[in-house]
């Protein structure tokens, strides 16, 4: 396999190469020429939403006596969303036709729509979800055990199907994990080599309770709550009942209705047959269905608070680089909770538990807005503001988001579905090896890890940088930026938006044009490449700010 | 501002261990316009040196070495299907006849050969013995090399630039910080024969001096108006760059090549890429580094075992026994723990394709140095094959608690782990018959 996709990388080398002479001519996007976003449509309900939770963010500040930074400018925000969306920067074609939006509209909610309707979100946001459903335990990020239910909820959050069928199906389907990708969810707990040979219902009971609940019922499992007296250590085996009659059979995942669970309770010298009850809020629990239906429709119910306050918590994380609460699945049953998040639940549940509807709201909200730095360098941001979202807090990129923003960065045209597929290939393979080196957090993907000597040796020195950034014309942003530049400063500019998504300050401007001053040809290629190295080894490059 | 540096490995902490001189030398050479305060009194606290650390090397057969071919033979029977055996310098103890030289130096070490696990996965059961821990939702233990660095406070030896923690041929399941945190990550290498890997510059002399002035500019304008001590309180984005550059112009690379040894030193180890990497194992222990893993990749026999247990046994032999005979001639083997370690055993019983398959119910383990009792066998498994509970069990997480109490590491301590509940370090009972 590896010697296939080294062969068809090196194939999709040759085939740019072939395709060089309209690449050596290939226009750098220097100005609005392309055609613009279309505009958000208005949407008076979610304007309405979203000004209840300023209410509160703007409440809270004032009883803290924080000031909140100015409002982050739009390639700030396009960044932001284009990280948390698509895993990488956007790209200098896509910053353009932002550009040329035309005044009066809101360049982030104009970005907003723009990807969510590319299929580069969903399989991105498939991604994240899948590590808090299934781990990473069947093998590290992008691959294979996985592929078929990633895929599956990829295809679910681009229809924008309502969040709470897609939980019901990972929670209560029945059948091959080939032809129901969604039986993954239970077959990933399935026991090899030991005695038991089916799902683990301990494992689902705690990936359930934590994934789509935020609550560490695993806690309970060996004995009741030390720290307080809200679970009982029978609270964590009555959910495991549920999925006790799941068994693997010729058909796949299969209920068998005759299947008990049993554990043996703390202090007890015999076991004991476990009945399958809801460990809060049971009235919502139906009659009717197999075990795992019933479950799948209590978890989901529309009065299920905790339910929608977790999927807030994990939509805010994947926006902001950190959990509203934290950590994301360690959410109070009963409160206090923060400002914004009791909003944000019931309009989740009211909206039908529409996931994009969600994505808006913080989005639009008044904290996803602020910058990341206070407008007085003399007051610089505190950690007290940036604790309360009335600073956005710097939060480090996970390294997929490192390697394809160097690897977006590196081309100018978005790479997205229409890219050619010889060239995703080459994205994939990069990807995966740059993740492998530099450490993958796996699902601890929001501990807000300080970097790292090999990352930064990575970044500095590594295959991915020297292969994308050093002179080539005919495959580097860097290379083209020198030879088709109507000026140095033209140069520069495009650089700094093609890869930090801004554009450079003064005292930038003048020390690289300095760089660029009087190159030619080779000399300037590698001034170019020089430019593009330090650029994406700054802390700027690999932090969400 | 921070008083006082964390100390932990390969992490920026870890300026703590170099020298004041070096690291003040080194900024000037690299021409660092950003040394920080905190890096400074880094340098200082790096005055005070330490004894000789101790130190652990992991020998991992990843894919499940045949306890039968190797360290458990029960020749004559029926499990052992024509695997034949033979004496080792311990007296009593018989080893496969692929692993001569190492029976030479069966003294030095002990084989446990009573292992069990409930996990028969590749992924599950690497974790579990890299770990001492079987996988759980939602936490990620950390490897055993992990924890030694955690927990011991920093390379004795002064003046270190390496990385502390590193897994030459990482295969598969490399060792990882876990829980805590990507900074004990083990770092990577391939085959010391080649490069090792993102040390060298891409761009050299005065280019590269002018990227870091770059650099300079654009952290400068990054800082404004964003957090204060943004770099030693958050992100230790220049101090890790600092340190990466370190390591970039340092001589200690030299540990990694391999080149440099004797040929006759080479030889002994095997032209092989994981003889190389025991070789370079011991150049980076004397170096200084806490915890070195290298992988040998292959034993995953399910077709034709006898054939394919004998071609990896060719390459372990000469590579153990010389790394053996490497770390007592230069007195590190009483400070070096070295362990020998596979995922789980194979079947005493061939399937139909003449394999044997996966076997936690009873594998073998090497574990040597560092002051244990050598020339001994723990544990006796079924010559039958049948029973699943060999005589004089140990658990996975036994073989861990026995490494760190050797190491002098308190194993009933709790760490906190991210998701908010104390784990001890180890969950085992130390092997009273090697210590």
């Keep these: 396999m590896p010697v296939l996709l080294r062969a068809l990388v090196r194939l999709s080398a040759l085939a740019l190469v072939v395709a060089a002479a309209a690449g050596l001519l290939w226009r750098h996007f220097d100005g609005p020429k392309l055609a613009p976003l279309p505009p958000p449509k208005p949407d008076a309900a979610l304007d309405a939403a979203v000004a209840k939770v300023d209410a509160t963010f703007r409440d809270s500040w004032r009883e803290a006596g924080l000031d909140p930074t100015p409002e982050a400018d739009p390639l700030t925000l396009a960044r932001r969303l284009s990280l948390a969306l698509t895993g990488a920067a956007p790209s200098l074609e896509e910053i353009r036709r932002l550009e040329a939006l035309p005044p009066g509209t809101d360049p982030a909610s104009a970005w907003l729509e723009h990807l969510l309707s590319d299929r580069r979100s969903a399989d991105y946001l498939a991604e994240r979800f899948a590590r808090a459903f299934v781990g990473v335990e069947t093998g590290p990020f992008l691959v294979y055990r996985r592929r078929r239910l990633v895929h599956w909820l990829a295809d679910q959050i681009e229809a924008n199907r309502p969040y709470d069928a897609l939980v019901r199906d990972l929670v209560a389907a029945e059948g091959l994990w080939t032809t129901r990708p969604e039986t993954n969810f239970v077959t990933v707990s399935v026991e090899q080599g030991g005695g038991n040979n089916g799902p683990d219902e301990t494992q689902l009971a705690a990936r359930t309770s934590r994934a789509f609940l935020g609550i560490r019922l695993d806690c309970v499992q060996c004995h009741d709550d030390l720290f307080g007296d809200r679970w009982k250590q029978a609270d964590f085996h009555q959910v495991a009942a549920f999925f006790a009659q799941a068994e693997m059979t010729l058909t796949g995942v299969r209920e068998n209705r005759g299947k008990d669970y049993e554990t043996r309770y703390l202090g007890q010298s015999a076991t004991a047959v476990v009945p399958p009850a809801a460990p809060y809020a049971s009235e919502l629990l139906p009659e009717q269905g197999h075990r795992r239906e019933r479950l799948a429709r209590w978890i989901t119910h529309p009065e299920n608070a905790p339910f929608a306050r977790a999927t807030v918590n994990r939509a805010w994380a994947i926006l902001f680089g950190k959990p509203l609460v934290d950590p994301i699945d360690d959410l109070p049953l009963e409160g206090p909770f923060p400002p914004g998040l009791e909003i944000l639940a019931q309009e989740f549940a009211a909206s039908g538990h529409d996931f994009r509807h969600l994505v808006r709201m913080i989005a639009k909200s008044e904290p996803f807005r602020r910058s990341s730095r206070s407008a007085d360098p003399g007051k610089p941001v505190t950690p007290e503001q940036e604790a309360a979202w009335a600073a956005f807090p710097l939060t480090p990129l996970r390294p997929e988001q490192v390697a394809g923003s160097v690897i977006q960065a590196s081309s100018l045209p978005t790479l997205d579905g229409g890219t050619h597929i010889l060239h995703k290939l080459r994205r994939f393979g990069e990807t995966r090896e740059f993740v492998k080196r530099s450490g993958d957090p796996g699902e601890e993907e929001f501990a807000g890890e300080a970097g790292t000597i090999p990352q930064r040796l990575l970044l500095m020195n590594g295959k991915l940088v020297r292969e994308r950034i050093e002179p080539n014309p005919v495959m580097n942003a860097s290379t083209r930026l020198a030879r088709c530049s109507p000026s140095d400063k033209a140069a520069v500019r495009a650089a700094f938006l093609a890869t930090l998504t801004r554009e450079p300050e003064e005292a930038e401007l003048a020390h690289f044009t300095g760089t660029l001053a009087n190159t030619r040809k080779e000399a300037r290629d590698r001034a170019l490449a020089d430019l593009c190295w330090a650029l994406v080894n700054t802390t700027e490059f690999s932090w969400n700010r | ?435």
């Design chain 2, 1 to 435: 501002m921070n008083p006082t540096p964390p100390s932990d490995c390969g992490s920026p902490g870890h300026l703590a261990s170099w020298s004041r001189r070096r690291v003040l030398r080194g900024s000037a050479l690299a021409g660092l316009a950003w040394l920080t305060p905190v890096a400074r009194q880094l340098a200082r606290a790096a005055e005070k040196s330490g004894a000789r650390p101790k130190s652990l090397i992991v020998l991992w057969m990843e894919g499940g070495i045949s306890q039968i071919e190797s360290f458990d033979p029960h020749p004559g029977s029926a499990i052992a299907h024509g695997a034949k055996a033979i004496a080792t310098a311990a007296k009593g103890i018989q080893f496969g006849e692929g692993l001569p030289r190492v029976a030479e130096l069966a003294r030095d070490f002990a084989v446990i050969r009573s292992v069990t696990s409930k996990e028969g996965d590749h992924s599950r059961a690497t974790y579990n013995v890299k770990t001492g821990f079987r996988p759980f939702p939602n936490l990620v233990h950390p490897s055993i090399g992990s924890i030694v660095c955690h927990e011991l406070d920093g390379p004795g030896e002064p003046s270190l630039d390496l990385p502390a923690h590193l897994s030459i041929l990482p295969g598969g399941f490399p060792a990882r910080g876990g829980y805590l945190g990507a900074r004990y990550d083990a770092f990577q290498t391939e085959d010391p024969a080649g490069p090792i890997p993102d040390v060298r510059a891409i761009a050299k002399g005065e280019r590269q001096q002018g990227r870091l002035d770059s650099l300079t500019v654009l952290e400068r304008s990054f800082a404004a108006g964003r957090l204060a001590d943004l770099d030693s309180e958050r992100t230790l984005h220049r101090t890790s760059i600092e340190r990466a550059l370190r390591l970039m112009s340092s001589a200690q690379l030299a540990a990694f090549d391999v080149g440099e040894a004797p040929k006759a030193e080479r030889e002994a180890y095997g032209d092989t890429p994981f003889g190389r990497g025991c070789l370079a194992a011991l150049r980076l222990v004397e170096a200084g580094a806490r915890c070195v893993e290298v992988t040998l990749p292959g034993w995953d026999t399910h077709i034709d075992n006898a054939t394919g247990q004998a071609k990896q046994l060719a390459t372990l032999d000469p590579a153990l026994a010389a790394l053996i005979r490497g770390l007592k001639e230069r007195g590190l083997y009483d400070d070096t723990l070295l362990l020998v370690a596979t995922e789980f055993g194979r079947t005493p019983k061939l399937n139909l394709t003449e394999g044997r398959d996966h076997w936690p119910h009873g594998f073998s383990v090497l574990l040597g140095g560092g002051g244990l009792r050598g020339g001994l066998a723990v544990g006796e498994t079924d010559p039958s094959g049948e029973k699943r509970t060999p005589a004089r069990e140990v658990r996975v997480e036994d073989i861990h608690a026995t490494i760190l109490r050797q190491l002098g590491i308190n194993t009933s301590e709790e760490l906190t782990t991210p998701i908010g509940r104390p784990i001890r370090i180890s969950e085992g009972r130390v092997i009273q018959e090697l210590v």
